[in-house]
Antibody, heavy 122, light 110 residues
Framework: QVQLVESGGGLVKPGGSLRLSCAASGFTFSDYYMTWVRQAPGKGLEWISYISSSGSTEFYADSVKGRFTISRDNAKNSLSLQMNSLRAEDTAVYYC???????????????WGQGTLVTVSS | QTVVTQEPSFSVSPGGTVTLTCGLSSGSVSTSHYPSWFQQTPSHAPRTLISRTNRRSSGVPARFSGSIVGNRAALTITGVQAADESDYYCVLYMSSGIWVFGGGTRLAVV
């Protein structure tokens, strides 16, 4: 079955950096787009980034553009999110998710990880 | 900046039917936005219910259905059960290549 396991969350000071990872299993990782979604405490979901199956195309929400970088290693079935210049408002649970893909087309997410908490505070 | 709108809250009686909607601050929702719906209970990861307007995800009961109603996407739940009390989120695909979530609807079953 599809499994997505995030890691790397924790406490970081404003202006600091953190790298999140997502280990994928149960499907052919290289066939799927992958996405990061976050949720601030008590707030709604926020889509922040996705990456194409080959890693050649990336999209970012304006709130993280220029600070966050998504990447993937298809040989290791791994997705990453490098977060720099972190701010208090980046405090959230970060979810790794697989995109719903059919043939060459990919759509929104179908499977979700359990999430990892990132806290930005001095 | 385009905002995706949802009802903040809704109440429904057990056994009843409820339709939650998802709209745009400017313009109409169409199948080209590939509207999708997610269910989330407190302290849990979201669960995908519906993708591409009306495709039920694996394991999702048939009483959950998606559609376009007027200029909005809609999630209809029939035969509502107590376990359906959750937050429901929609997401829309924008022509710029990004996805935008709605603010969510808190469904109470009372």
């Amino acid at each position: 079955q599809v499994q997505l396991v995030e890691s790397g969350g924790g406490l970081v000071k404003p202006g600091g950096s953190l790298r999140l990872s997502c280990a994928a299993s149960g499907f052919t990782f290289s066939d799927y787009y992958m996405t990061w979604v976050r949720q601030a405490p008590g707030k709604g979901l926020e889509w922040i980034s996705y990456i194409s199956s080959s890693g050649s195309t990336e999209f970012y929400a304006d709130s993280v553009k220029g600070r966050f970088t998504i990447s993937r290693d298809n040989a290791k079935n791994s997705l990453s999110l490098q977060m720099n210049s972190l701010r208090a408002e980046d405090t959230a649970v970060y979810y790794c998710a697989r995109n719903d893909c059919s043939g060459l087309s990919c759509y929104t997410v179908d499977y979700w990880g359990q999430g990892t908490l990132v806290t930005v505070s001095s | 900046q385009t905002v995706v709108t949802q009802e903040p809250s809704f109440s429904v009686s057990p056994g009843g039917t409820v339709t939650l909607t998802c709209g745009l601050s400017s313009g109409s929702v169409s199948t080209s936005h590939y509207p999708s719906w997610f269910q989330q209970t407190p302290s849990h990861a979201p669960r995908t219910l519906i993708s591409r307007t009306n495709r039920r995800s694996s394991g999702v009961p048939a009483r959950f259905s998606g559609s376009i109603v007027g200029n909005r996407a809609a999630l209809t739940i029939t035969g509502v059960q107590a376990a359906d009390e959750s937050d429901y989120y929609c997401v829309l695909y924008m022509s710029s290549g990004i996805w935008v979530f709605g603010g969510g609807t808190r469904l109470a079953v009372v």
